[in-house]
């Protein structure tokens, strides 16, 4: 008998973990590397702050592009063959979910393992990894994941002609809208789109959001100088986190028009893009369905009903839905019940002929590329955070001095009363609070200071370091 080829043997633990492989080679040089610490902060710093970074122009706020291996993918066709030597038809593209990074995709056992890599092995798929700015609003980043989809067909050397979409958490989301969206202007990816899946994606929106906003309205509503500073902190979540209450895809879920009023008290319904198999899974925080945390929390942060509302809604087929016992919202995103759903739904690997698509080689010269991402360089990132840390101060004293002001006007107001110490008591109102606003606005002169010589320095040090 001749010997037996290698294959990848998937085993499925008690616990959600990573599958075991024998004679998965080549599966660690394909798949997407680990983002470094300073990255992964990064990103969390951008679902709390990604909307105020990016109105600031501060460098912090990622822009949203194509990783491999930890790296920005060019999306010109020496970029992408380079990246993918045995780049074929179909592509499968991810989308992280909230605070992440493609980084996220990665087995605890094996974090050069993902979803992407297992695929490509068994399948001969290629695998994309977008990472974004999470703290924006869905709408935002479903309109720039459509655009950046248009950019990879057209950059790509290989027709891409099956394209699979796998969203984790608020990555569905924006999934769904950059279908919207890419309907809405007829771009050329779509028809190519053949499907998408749906890790743990709040459709409905999410129970912990939902009870932030609760808190941030009753805080608001109490007229008391600290009360609303609290009021200002629980409110700093960003545009993105707060679509996570409704599950909100579309602009006008957000945007007010002049005169309207309110935004709309319910986002609009967005059926599911026709033409394409869509499929959801959902993680239960106990193995029991009926149990009362699995019935109160779903996944711990989404509840079931929100993760599969759109495939109910739309009659889909039972096969569509996955329900995972016991793996929580995180482990959505890199274990073996799910990737035994998705493998599934995949299918059969291609033909021979389909794998030797006719390529479309051009050259890149003369063309505009698109902007993409920058990676922040250790200098850079200094500056942006020594930015992000001078608006805080300038902000964060301009908060506390409205509160002291507050506080202070009390008992003068009261002296003022009563006639005689009100001529007194007007005069030293008028010294105290002089001071006062003398001492924040040194404070603040002084964080400004301390911001340029920062920035003198940074530019110093690059200036030395290219001359040398």
Partial sequence: MGKRPNRLVLVHSARAGAPEGTGSA????????????????QAALNAVLGDYLERRGNPLALQMAFYQRGLLLPLTAAGLQLAHPGLGPR???????????????????????????LLQAELGVTPFYVRYNTGRRVSQNGRELAALLERLVQASPVVLDEI???????????????????????????????????????????????????????????????????????DIRGPGVKDLRRGSLLDEDWQVPAGAGAAPARPKQVPLCAGVEHYFVAGTLTRNANHPATLLFGDALVRLSSAVDPARRSGLPPD?????????????????????????WLGAAPGAQAVAAQLRLEPDEGKSAAPVARALGDLERLGAHGALLEDAVDRGTR????????????PYDMLQTIPA????????????????????????????????????????????????
């Fill in 26 to 41: 080549g599966v660690k040089e394909t798949s997407a590397s680990l983002p470094s610490p300073s990255e992964r902060r």
């Fill in 91 to 117: 592509a499968v593209v991810f989308v992280h979910g909230m605070g992440q990074t493609e980084g996220s995709w990665s087995f605890a056992g094996d974090p050069s393992m993902t979803y992407g890599s």
């Fill in 164 to 234: 699979t979409l796998i969203g984790h958490s608020l990555g569905g989301l924006v999934i769904r809208s950059a279908c919207y969206y890419a309907g809405e202007l007829r771009l050329s990816w779509l028809p190519r789109l053949r499907r998408a899946v749906y890790l743990g994606a709040p459709h409905l929106g999410s129970p912990f959001e939902k009870a932030g906003h609760v808190v941030a309205t009753v805080l608001g509503a109490i007229d008391h100088p600290v009360v609303q500073l609290i009021h200002t902190l629980s």
């Fill in 320 to 344: 569509h839905i996955a329900v995972l016992p016991g793996v929580n919202h995180v482990q959505l995103a890199h274990c073996a019940e799910a990737y035994a759903r998705i493998r599934g």
């Fill in 399 to 410: 908060e506390i001095q409205d509160i002291q002001e507050t506080l202070s006007a009390r």
């Fill in 421 to 468: 110490v009100g001529s007194v008591s007007n005069l030293v109102r008028r010294w105290h609070f002089a001071s006062m606003r003398a001492t924040y606005a040194a404070i603040r002169l002084l964080n400004r200071a301390s911001g340029l010589v920062l920035r003198a320095a940074i530019a110093q040090r690059k200036a030395s370091s290219g001359s040398g």
